[in-house]
């Protein structure tokens, strides 16, 4: 059974940093390609960064390119967003999705298959 579970948010004042985690279990990301979301308080939930399955590929949004980086450990299955310079605008739960890669060298930010459950982060002084 498929299954991504996020962790390492928390509340963090501006400026500071924080690693977001998402395990993977019950398929490989050798054939999956990752992404992370947000969805900010009362807001649609937003792509943040994707992935492609053979890493060849990494997309940011323009509102975290430059402060964030996504990466992943092919021997834990598992990904990372680590967050720098955070500010209260990036106040979100975050989410990581996966879908199959077709090719090896994308990663979209809309169609996932699966979905973890989130992990609040919270920027405030």
């Known amino acids: 059974q498929a299954e991504l579970v996020e962790s390492g948010g928390g509340s963090v004042q501006p400026g500071e940093s924080l690693r977001l985690s998402c395990i993977v279990s019950g398929f490989s990301l050798d054939d999956y390609a990752i992404a992370w979301f947000r969805q900010p308080p009362g807001k649609e939930r937003e792509g943040v960064a994707c992935?492609?399955?053979?890493?060849?590929?990494?997309f940011y949004s323009p509102f975290v390119k430059g402060r964030f980086t996504i990466s992943r450990d092919k021997a834990k299955n598992t990904a990372y967003l680590q967050m720098n310079n955070l500010s209260p605008s990036d106040t979100a739960v975050y989410y990581c999705g996966a879908h199959y890669a077709y090719s090896s060298k994308r990663c979209l930010l809309y169609g996932m298959e699966y979905w973890g459950k989130g992990t609040p982060v919270t920027v405030s002084s």
């Open positions: 992935m492609s399955s053979s890493e060849e590929y990494i």
